[in-house]
């Protein structure tokens, strides 16, 4: 018998499969799997948190799609100085399915609305990150004249 804030076993490996398949769409395989692979004994039950509750119960609403999410995450992760799970998440809306994936002009919206909405040193970083991926990615183009 489970109590009322314990969910029952087979709808928590339900959130957690559901989770892990919206993660996976969204991050790439690559990345989850090494995310997985660096699970511990320290660490595991919040890596079961995440994919149940964020990449479960949130991504896997239906009133918002892929592509907003995208939107909304990259301008949180701003405003709270995320920067490496920023850079996490502008690699992944470059590389995410094609229905989903943000492209260079819109991740550049994102970072500019930044500057007056997180400031102007968020947005700078932003920059600087953003513009490293889009080298490595060779989807930089070439300098304004």
């Not at 992760?77 to 502008?90: P, Q, S, T, W």
Request: glycine share 6%; aromatic share 8%.
């Amino acid at each position: 018998m489970t109590s009322a804030s314990t969910p029952p076993q087979d709808e928590s490996n339900n959130s957690y499969e559901s989770g892990l398949l919206n993660r996976r769409r969204v991050l790439g395989d690559a990345w989850v799997d090494k995310s997985l692979a660096n699970r511990n004994a320290f660490n595991s039950e919040f890596q079961e948190l995440i994919t149940r509750h964020a990449w479960n119960d949130i991504w896997g609403r239906p009133a918002l799609g892929d592509k907003t999410r995208r939107f909304m995450v990259l301008s949180m992760l701003l405003g709270i100085h995320a920067y490496d799970e920023f850079a996490l998440h502008v690699r992944a809306a470059l590389d995410g399915p094609p229905d989903s994936r943000l492209s260079p002009e819109e991740i550049k919206e994102v970072i500019m609305m930044a500057a007056i909405y997180c400031g102007v040193p968020a947005a700078n970083h932003a920059f600087v990150i953003a513009t490293g991926i889009l080298r490595e990615k060779g989807l930089l183009a070439d300098a304004p004249k």
